[in-house]
C-alpha cells in the first residue's frame, strides 16, 4: 500500500543556489505522514486529548538529487515494518519518477505524561 502526497516547492522552500534546503524535506515528509494517517481513520486530535502523540524515534536519510523551485513532487509513504509499538516506513520524495529523498523514519506512540511507549493505535497495527 503506497499513500501518495503532493506538495509543489515554492520560493520560500528553497537556498541561495534555488534548490529546496535540505530540512524542508523533512517537513515534506511530516505532512505527508500526517496525510497517510488520516486517511487511516487515525484522528490524531482525539489521541493528543487523552495524553497520547506519535514521535519519530529515528530517521536514516539519503539526498539523492535536486528539488527547485516550481516543482511539483509527490511523497511516497510505505509502511515496512509494524509491530505493537512501532511503525517503520519507507518515504521517497519524487519529481516524475525521478527519486530526490529517500527515507527509513521509526515512528512510536507515546504518553505525553510520562514519556513512555504505548501500543500502536488499531488501524495502524491492522495493516500487518
Known amino acids: 500500500m503506497i499513500h501518495r502526497f503532493p506538495v509543489r516547492v515554492y520560493y520560500e522552500d528553497t537556498d541561495m543556489g534555488g534548490i529546496v534546503y535540505h530540512a524542508n524535506y523533512l ?5 505527508a505522514r500526517s496525510d497517510w494517517v488520516r486517511s487511516l481513520g487515525v484522528d ?10 506519535y514521535v519519530v524515534r529515528r530517521i536514516n536519510s539519503d539526498f539523492l538529487a535536486p528539488a527547485k ?3 511539483v ?6 509502511p515496512v515494518e509494524i509491530t505493537p509499538v512501532r511503525l517503520i516506513l519507507k518515504q521517497t520524495v519524487k519529481r516524475d519518477d ?5 527515507a527509513e523514519v521509526t515512528i512510536v506512540a507515546i504518553s505525553v ?5 504505548l501500543r500502536l493505535p488499531a488501524e495502524i497495527r491492522a495493516l500487518r
Open 113 to 117: 505524561e510520562t514519556g513512555r511507549p
Open 73 to 78: 513532487l509527490s511523497v511516497e509513504t510505505t
Open 27 to 31: 517537513r515534506y515528509i511530516e505532512r
Open 44 to 53: 490524531q486530535n482525539a489521541m493528543r486529548a487523552v495524553s497520547e502523540v
Open 69 to 71: 523551485f516550481d516543482d
Open 98 to 102: 525521478t527519486p530526490l529523498f529517500a
